[in-house]
């Protein structure tokens, strides 16, 4: 787990215009577990930094973090319409450290994120949350299939394959959906494009709505050269 640096934090706003904060003068060191407050005058909103690796995915360190753990699987189970499914996705996405966002992006993809999917292709059938495959998955019973833990499980283990295989997310992408041979063969055919183009487009629009309502700002610290994300824990909304 990559540490996190808590700071007390001054937001300075530019030109009177308050979408564009602008992070100024940390002044006080980082610490362990816990957060000083800080009221600021404009968004009369508690106001949080955290460091966090630029290979690091910044909102699984949020969710790893205690002070924004809560907000996350909020965030998330207002997505999904479920805390459960919510909860399912985060925490494989943590085992197998896949970016939250691509998680939930794919689960969307796939299934909805409904865990009694199903889809019958010509010689095979994909079932649950993440659309596992019948041919891929062949040891699965069918209770095993409509577990979304064990659903959930399998997927984010096989992205994990692929992200490492296929070296990008287009790449893991087109291999999670369309089977790594045939990938490496002939390519993706147009229909996996068109997958992968929705993904990404649902992708964006769910990362979007995220830092809309919690972060405030970002930039690189010149302490210890990580990102540094500007956040608030108020109403969540700016």
């Given at each position: 787990m990559v540490p996190i640096g808590l700071t007390f934090v001054q937001?300075?706003?530019?030109?009177?215009?308050?979408d564009t904060p602008v992070v100024e003068n940390v002044e006080v060191a980082a610490v362990s577990g816990a957060a000083d407050t800080f009221l600021d005058p404009f968004f009369r909103e508690?106001?949080?930094t955290v460091d966090v690796d630029p290979e690091e995915d910044y909102v699984l360190a949020l969710y790893r973090n205690p002070l924004f753990h809560q907000q996350v699987r909020d965030f998330f189970a207002l997505e999904t319409g479920s805390l459960?499914?919510?909860?399912?996705?985060l925490e494989a996405a943590a085992k197998h450290q896949i970016p939250v966002m691509l998680a939930f992006s794919l689960a969307w993809g796939e299934s909805r994120f409904n865990p009694e999917a199903v889809n019958r292709n010509a010689y095979s059938i994909d079932r649950g949350l993440f659309q596992l495959n019948s041919r891929s998955f062949p040891d699965l019973s069918e209770h095993q299939f409509f577990d979304p833990e064990l659903n959930a499980e399998y997927g984010m283990k096989y992205l994990r394959y692929c992200?490492?295989?296929?070296?990008?997310?287009?790449?893991?992408?087109?291999m999670y959906n369309a089977g790594r041979s045939r990938v490496t063969d002939r390519g993706a055919p147009k229909m996996t494009l068109d997958y992968i183009s929705k993904i990404f487009?649902?992708?964006?629009e769910l990362e979007e709505r995220f830092e809309d309502l919690h972060l405030r700002g970002k930039s690189i610290s010149k302490d210890n050269g990580k990102v540094r994300y500007v956040l608030d824990r108020g109403s969540g909304s700016k």
């Open positions: 937001i300075a706003v530019r030109d009177g215009v308050f508690d106001l949080y459960v499914i919510a909860d399912i996705i992200l490492d295989v296929g070296d990008n997310r287009l790449v893991a992408l087109a487009d649902y992708h964006d």
